[in-house]
């Protein structure tokens, strides 16, 4: 049998992708996990029963389980992140993770320029960040839509002289942005400047794009369709969430990223993939939030009684926020998204030890409407509509309701959503997931 698990987060991020990910290879044995948005700036935590830890960003998080990790055409690489992530996967005992790890040859390339404008860029903005991961995500697929075929893809790094040239350009290229771009006199901007001004940079950058190509198999287009030919089951991993949508979340405060199901339903599209597939929403028992950007229901208390293990306060990113969880965005969520079979609920043990627990229903806003508009249908592509629902979100007030205990928030999450909620997570080890 042939089965294809898409996993997709139902929020900002943070949802628990990764615990769930290893379990569902290890619940299905499968034998590939495809990543298909996002890229380096993921975080997704995978603990084992031993206390090994590891928080995964370009390796699928069923690497522990035993499964080989696929990197897709819209997967986002940083060829020296990856090593760093490799040397740690080696410390706890993964031989040689690059051995199982594909990457395909269209997969757009993260380079040091492209960071370091993304974190010039918030620097300008002062008070008024985005909440940006600082890893250059946005500025690469930036880069991709205006140079096109002259963006640095995984392919490139094959090509000594067709690298050279396109790092040159790159590098050129967003020295330019930096004419628009009102830097304060600090010492983090001098530190920010050094891979764009500083040519030394050059010669580190190939001898990492090196190392890379020597250790990874880059492949063509067509080694997803003989991935998912082969017997058992394929685990595509999401990153980031619904919510950061690049069209369909709160913007400014995106991604440049399509955080829904679409890419991997034309990754099975284009690969002619006659399986099964089951698509599982994830969603924490709370809400959460990374950096800025509207939380409706926050609540400092539960911030603080909530800490959380490998989210904090982030240099590019700030601060981590928590609230009761967000039915009216939940609801939001699952409609964007569309087909889904079934529901993984995370965290649920962290609500143990909170006096009331509670989840937002509804919004108070004297600006009518809002709920209505999240909650039919409108142009997906309209940015300053998103904008301005935006603000909206930052001005309402949650309108909270108890809920007697964990088990009646598990079905009142499945009565907002339709949907059965299927695996339930009590702790953060494989061994602490229930099927339900």
């Given at each position: 049998m042939r089965q294809a698990f898409l996993t997709v987060d139902l929020g900002f991020g943070d949802a628990g992708k990764g615990t769930i990910v290893d379990y569902l290879t290890r619940a299905y044995a499968a034998h590939t996990i495809v990543r298909f948005n996002g890229g380096a700036q993921a975080g997704h935590r995978v603990v084992l029963a031993d206390g090994r830890e590891h928080v995964f960003a370009q390796f699928g998080s069923g690497t522990f389980a035993g499964a080989a990790t696929h990197l897709s055409q819209f997967m986002l690489v940083d060829p020296p992140?990856?090593?760093?992530?490799?040397?740690?996967?080696?410390?706890?005992?993964?031989?040689?993770?690059?051995?199982?790890?594909?990457?395909?040859?269209?997969?757009?390339?993260?380079?040091p320029y492209a960071r370091a404008v993304n974190r010039l860029r918030e620097l300008a903005r002062g008070a008024d960040r985005h909440g940006s991961c600082g890893m250059g995500i946005g500025e690469t697929m930036?880069?991709?839509?205006?140079?096109?075929?002259?963006?640095?893809?995984?392919?490139?790094?094959?090509?000594?002289?067709?690298?050279?040239?396109?790092?040159?350009?790159?590098?050129?290229?967003?020295?330019?942005?930096?004419?628009?771009?009102?830097?304060?006199?600090?010492?983090?901007?001098?530190?920010e400047l050094a891979p764009l001004l500083d040519d030394d940079w050059q010669n580190w950058i190939r001898d990492k794009y090196a190392e890379l190509t020597a250790r990874v198999r880059i492949v063509p287009a067509g080694a997803l369709g003989e991935i998912?030919?082969?017997?058992?089951?394929?685990?595509?991993?999401?990153?980031?969430?619904?919510?950061?949508?690049?069209?369909?979340?709160?913007?400014?405060?995106?991604?440049?990223?399509?955080?829904?199901?679409?890419?991997?339903?034309?990754?099975?599209?284009?690969?002619?993939?006659?399986?099964?597939?089951?698509?599982?929403?994830i969603t924490r028992a709370y809400s959460t939030r990374h950096g800025a950007g509207p939380l409706p229901s926050e609540d400092p208390a539960l911030t603080a009684a909530l800490?959380?293990?490998?989210?904090?306060?982030?240099?590019?990113?700030?601060?981590?926020?928590?609230?009761?969880?967000?039915?009216?965005?939940?609801?939001?969520?699952?409609?964007?998204?569309?087909?889904?079979?079934e529901l993984a609920v995370t965290c649920v043990d962290r609500l143990a030890d909170v006096p009331e627990l509670r989840v937002c229903g509804a919004y108070r806003s004297a600006a009518g409407g809002l709920v209505?508009?999240?909650?039919?249908?409108?142009?997906?592509?309209?940015?300053?509509?998103?904008?301005?629902?935006?603000?909206?979100?930052?001005?309402?007030?949650?309108?909270?309701?108890?809920?007697?205990?964990?088990?009646?928030?598990?079905?009142?999450?499945?009565?907002?959503?339709?949907?059965?909620?299927?695996?339930?997570s009590y702790g953060p080890t494989a061994a602490d997931k229930r099927q339900v």
């Open positions: 992140a990856m090593l760093a992530e490799a040397a740690h996967l080696e410390s706890l005992g993964i031989l040689d993770p690059f051995a199982q790890t594909t990457i395909d040859e269209r997969a757009l390339i993260i380079t930036a880069d991709a839509l205006a140079l096109g075929d002259r963006a640095l893809r995984a392919g490139d790094l094959r090509d000594p002289q067709r690298l050279q040239a396109k790092l040159t350009e790159l590098r050129l290229w967003n020295r330019r942005k930096l004419l628009d771009l009102a830097l304060p006199d600090t010492p983090a901007v001098v530190d998912l030919a082969q017997p058992g089951h394929v685990i595509f991993e999401a990153a980031q969430g619904v919510l950061l949508d690049e069209w369909r979340g709160f913007h400014p405060y995106t991604t440049w990223s399509t955080t829904t199901l679409a890419n991997a339903e034309q990754l099975l599209a284009e690969a002619g993939y006659d399986g099964a597939v089951r698509r599982i929403g800490p959380d293990a490998r989210n904090g306060m982030h240099a590019w990113q700030q601060g981590f926020r928590v609230g009761w969880l967000d039915l009216v965005l939940l609801r939001y969520a699952r409609r964007v998204v569309g087909a889904l079979d209505e508009w999240l909650e039919h249908n409108h142009d997906p592509h309209d940015l300053g509509a998103q904008e301005q629902i935006t603000r909206m979100l930052l001005e309402v007030q949650p309108v909270l309701e108890n809920l007697a205990d964990r088990d009646a928030l598990l079905g009142r999450i499945a009565a907002e959503l339709d949907l059965p909620v299927g695996i339930v």
